[in-house]
Protein backbone atom coordinates (compact mmCIF):
# COMPACT_ATOMS: atom_id res chain seq x y z
CA UNK A 1 0.00 0.00 0.00
CA UNK A 2 1.79 3.23 -1.20
CA UNK A 3 1.24 6.08 1.64
CA UNK A 4 3.27 8.65 -0.83
CA UNK A 5 1.92 8.65 -4.59
CA UNK A 6 3.58 10.19 -7.56
CA UNK A 7 0.99 9.49 -10.08
CA UNK A 8 3.38 10.90 -13.44
CA UNK A 9 6.04 9.21 -14.03
CA UNK A 10 7.56 12.04 -16.32
CA UNK A 11 7.56 15.23 -17.11
CA UNK A 12 8.32 17.69 -19.77
CA UNK A 13 8.89 21.60 -20.19
CA UNK A 14 10.15 24.28 -21.60
CA UNK A 15 12.28 25.89 -20.09
CA UNK A 16 11.05 29.03 -18.74
CA UNK A 17 8.19 28.13 -18.03
CA UNK A 18 6.75 26.22 -15.26
CA UNK A 19 7.27 22.89 -13.47
CA UNK A 20 4.48 21.52 -11.59
CA UNK A 21 5.39 18.29 -9.86
CA UNK A 22 2.27 16.71 -7.68
CA UNK A 23 2.19 14.19 -4.92
CA UNK A 24 -0.63 12.60 -3.10
CA UNK A 25 -0.52 11.00 0.23
CA UNK A 26 -2.66 8.84 2.40
CA UNK A 27 -1.41 8.83 5.69
CA UNK A 28 -3.24 12.08 8.06
CA UNK A 29 -0.79 11.27 10.27
CA UNK A 30 1.92 12.52 8.27
CA UNK A 31 2.55 16.04 9.17
CA UNK A 32 6.12 17.19 7.29
CA UNK A 33 6.69 17.18 3.67
CA UNK A 34 9.72 17.17 1.75
CA UNK A 35 11.22 17.10 -1.90
CA UNK A 36 14.41 15.74 -2.99
CA UNK A 37 16.11 16.09 -6.33
CA UNK A 38 17.87 13.09 -7.74
CA UNK A 39 20.57 13.16 -10.58
CA UNK A 40 21.43 9.61 -12.09
CA UNK A 41 24.28 7.80 -10.10
CA UNK A 42 24.10 9.87 -7.27
CA UNK A 43 22.42 10.18 -3.78
CA UNK A 44 18.96 12.32 -3.48
CA UNK A 45 19.25 15.94 -2.13
CA UNK A 46 16.76 17.93 0.04
CA UNK A 47 15.30 20.68 -2.10
CA UNK A 48 12.27 21.86 0.41
CA UNK A 49 9.77 21.22 2.63
CA UNK A 50 6.72 22.25 4.45
CA UNK A 51 5.24 21.65 7.58
CA UNK A 52 1.13 20.74 7.86
CA UNK A 53 0.73 23.45 9.55
CA UNK A 54 1.25 25.65 6.84
CA UNK A 55 0.10 25.76 3.07
CA UNK A 56 2.94 27.31 1.04
CA UNK A 57 6.64 27.32 1.51
CA UNK A 58 8.61 29.24 -1.46
CA UNK A 59 12.66 29.16 -1.52
CA UNK A 60 13.87 30.87 -4.44
CA UNK A 61 12.46 29.53 -7.93
CA UNK A 62 10.76 26.82 -5.44
CA UNK A 63 7.25 26.64 -4.03
CA UNK A 64 5.92 23.87 -2.69
CA UNK A 65 2.00 24.33 -1.96
CA UNK A 66 -0.01 21.95 0.80
CA UNK A 67 -3.74 21.08 0.42
CA UNK A 68 -4.41 18.63 3.81
CA UNK A 69 -8.18 18.53 3.27
CA UNK A 70 -7.38 17.13 -0.22
CA UNK A 71 -3.69 15.23 0.87
CA UNK A 72 -1.68 16.57 -1.82
CA UNK A 73 1.14 18.51 -2.58
CA UNK A 74 2.57 19.94 -5.61
CA UNK A 75 6.41 21.29 -6.22
CA UNK A 76 6.60 24.57 -8.76
CA UNK A 77 9.53 25.63 -10.23
CA UNK A 78 10.03 28.71 -12.06
CA UNK A 79 11.22 29.44 -14.08
CA UNK A 80 12.32 26.21 -14.93
CA UNK A 81 15.79 25.42 -16.29
CA UNK A 82 17.62 22.89 -18.27
CA UNK A 83 19.69 21.98 -14.55
CA UNK A 84 16.80 20.92 -12.93
CA UNK A 85 16.38 18.25 -15.25
CA UNK A 86 16.19 15.43 -12.92
CA UNK A 87 13.69 12.54 -10.65
CA UNK A 88 12.36 14.78 -7.94
CA UNK A 89 10.75 12.71 -5.26
CA UNK A 90 8.03 13.45 -3.03
CA UNK A 91 8.33 12.22 1.00
CA UNK A 92 6.62 12.60 3.96
CA UNK A 93 7.20 11.75 7.95
CA UNK A 94 5.13 11.70 10.90
CA UNK A 95 6.58 13.20 13.96
CA UNK A 96 5.49 11.08 15.72
CA UNK A 97 6.66 7.78 14.20
CA UNK A 98 10.51 8.24 14.26
CA UNK A 99 12.08 9.27 11.49
CA UNK A 100 10.51 6.53 9.03
CA UNK A 101 10.54 8.92 5.88
CA UNK A 102 8.09 7.47 3.46
CA UNK A 103 9.15 7.88 -0.28
CA UNK A 104 7.10 8.38 -3.32
CA UNK A 105 8.23 6.56 -6.52
CA UNK A 106 9.24 10.23 -8.17
CA UNK A 107 8.54 12.03 -11.22
CA UNK A 108 11.80 12.14 -13.54
CA UNK A 109 11.10 16.08 -15.02
CA UNK A 110 13.12 17.06 -18.42
CA UNK A 111 13.29 21.16 -18.88
CA UNK A 112 14.60 21.12 -22.70
CA UNK A 113 15.83 24.42 -23.79
CA UNK B 1 33.41 18.60 4.91
CA UNK B 2 30.81 16.45 6.52
CA UNK B 3 28.82 14.25 4.82
CA UNK B 4 28.09 10.14 4.26
CA UNK B 5 30.28 7.40 2.30
CA UNK B 6 29.08 4.53 0.82
CA UNK B 7 31.63 2.00 -0.94
CA UNK B 8 31.80 0.41 -2.94
CA UNK B 9 29.95 2.18 -5.58
CA UNK B 10 29.51 -0.52 -8.27
CA UNK B 11 29.61 -4.40 -6.99
CA UNK B 12 28.62 -7.58 -8.68
CA UNK B 13 28.36 -10.61 -6.93
CA UNK B 14 27.41 -13.99 -7.76
CA UNK B 15 24.25 -16.24 -6.74
CA UNK B 16 24.62 -17.34 -3.52
CA UNK B 17 27.22 -15.08 -1.87
CA UNK B 18 27.02 -12.80 0.79
CA UNK B 19 27.70 -9.00 0.15
CA UNK B 20 28.84 -5.93 2.99
CA UNK B 21 28.01 -2.27 1.46
CA UNK B 22 30.08 -0.31 3.70
CA UNK B 23 28.22 3.36 5.00
CA UNK B 24 30.26 5.67 7.11
CA UNK B 25 28.73 9.47 8.07
CA UNK B 26 30.99 12.01 9.81
CA UNK B 27 27.68 14.61 10.51
CA UNK B 28 27.46 13.46 14.07
CA UNK B 29 23.98 11.88 13.43
CA UNK B 30 22.69 9.67 15.86
CA UNK B 31 19.49 8.20 13.17
CA UNK B 32 21.10 5.99 10.29
CA UNK B 33 18.98 4.41 7.39
CA UNK B 34 19.10 1.80 4.36
CA UNK B 35 17.37 2.21 1.29
CA UNK B 36 16.37 0.31 -1.97
CA UNK B 37 15.51 1.49 -4.91
CA UNK B 38 14.57 0.05 -7.77
CA UNK B 39 12.95 1.44 -11.16
CA UNK B 40 9.57 2.89 -11.19
CA UNK B 41 9.47 1.88 -7.08
CA UNK B 42 10.66 4.72 -5.33
CA UNK B 43 12.93 4.52 -2.26
CA UNK B 44 11.70 1.61 0.16
CA UNK B 45 13.04 1.85 3.56
CA UNK B 46 15.29 -1.68 4.20
CA UNK B 47 16.20 -1.15 8.23
CA UNK B 48 16.62 1.74 9.85
CA UNK B 49 18.71 2.86 13.59
CA UNK B 50 18.11 5.15 15.95
CA UNK B 51 21.38 4.69 18.65
CA UNK B 52 24.27 2.52 18.44
CA UNK B 53 23.54 -0.85 18.63
CA UNK B 54 19.26 -0.74 18.34
CA UNK B 55 18.25 -1.21 14.64
CA UNK B 56 14.85 -1.85 13.22
CA UNK B 57 13.17 -3.50 10.37
CA UNK B 58 11.87 -1.43 7.63
CA UNK B 59 9.53 -2.51 4.57
CA UNK B 60 11.97 -4.82 2.94
CA UNK B 61 14.22 -6.34 5.60
CA UNK B 62 14.38 -9.77 4.31
CA UNK B 63 16.98 -10.87 2.91
CA UNK B 64 19.50 -8.18 4.82
CA UNK B 65 20.91 -7.52 7.80
CA UNK B 66 22.78 -5.01 9.80
CA UNK B 67 24.57 -3.85 12.29
CA UNK B 68 25.88 -0.75 14.21
CA UNK B 69 28.38 -0.86 16.83
CA UNK B 70 29.39 3.12 16.45
CA UNK B 71 28.00 6.05 15.61
CA UNK B 72 29.33 6.85 12.36
CA UNK B 73 29.11 3.31 10.49
CA UNK B 74 26.23 1.55 9.63
CA UNK B 75 26.99 -2.05 6.98
CA UNK B 76 24.43 -3.26 5.39
CA UNK B 77 25.07 -6.81 4.56
CA UNK B 78 23.01 -8.56 1.07
CA UNK B 79 22.60 -12.25 2.10
CA UNK B 80 22.28 -14.93 -0.22
CA UNK B 81 18.62 -15.04 1.20
CA UNK B 82 17.42 -11.63 -0.64
CA UNK B 83 15.60 -12.95 -3.63
CA UNK B 84 16.07 -9.91 -5.86
CA UNK B 85 19.15 -7.72 -4.45
CA UNK B 86 20.35 -6.19 -8.27
CA UNK B 87 19.42 -2.85 -6.97
CA UNK B 88 20.70 0.48 -6.38
CA UNK B 89 21.22 1.25 -2.11
CA UNK B 90 21.17 4.67 -0.57
CA UNK B 91 22.50 4.82 2.79
CA UNK B 92 21.21 7.80 4.44
CA UNK B 93 21.24 9.93 8.11
CA UNK B 94 19.77 12.34 10.18
CA UNK B 95 19.44 13.56 13.42
CA UNK B 96 17.93 12.05 15.91
CA UNK B 97 15.96 15.05 17.15
CA UNK B 98 14.51 16.53 13.91
CA UNK B 99 11.57 18.01 13.00
CA UNK B 100 12.15 18.39 9.46
CA UNK B 101 13.45 14.72 9.10
CA UNK B 102 15.81 16.10 6.50
CA UNK B 103 17.76 12.51 5.52
CA UNK B 104 20.76 13.35 4.17
CA UNK B 105 22.30 10.65 1.57
CA UNK B 106 25.42 9.17 0.44
CA UNK B 107 26.33 8.23 -3.51
CA UNK B 108 24.88 4.93 -3.24
CA UNK B 109 26.22 1.44 -4.23
CA UNK B 110 25.18 -0.25 -7.03
CA UNK B 111 24.79 -3.99 -6.60
CA UNK B 112 24.53 -6.26 -9.25
CA UNK B 113 24.07 -10.08 -9.01
CA UNK B 114 25.58 -11.96 -11.48
Known amino acids: DQQVKQNSPSLSVQEGRISILNCDYT??????FLWYKKYPAEGPTFLIS?????DKNEDGRFTVFLNKSAKHLSLHIVPSQPGDSAVYFC????????????FGAGTRLFVKA | DGGITQSPKYLFRKEGQNVTLSCEQN?????MYWYRQDPGQGLRLIYY???????QKGDIAEGYSVSREKKESFPLTVTSAQKNPTAFYLC?????????????FGEGSRLTVL
Open chain 1, 91 to 102: AASASTGGFKTI
Open chain 2, 27 to 31: LNHDA
Open chain 2, 92 to 104: ASSQRISVSGELF
Open chain 1, 50 to 54: ISSIK
Open chain 1, 27 to 32: NSMFDY
Open chain 2, 49 to 55: SQIVNDF
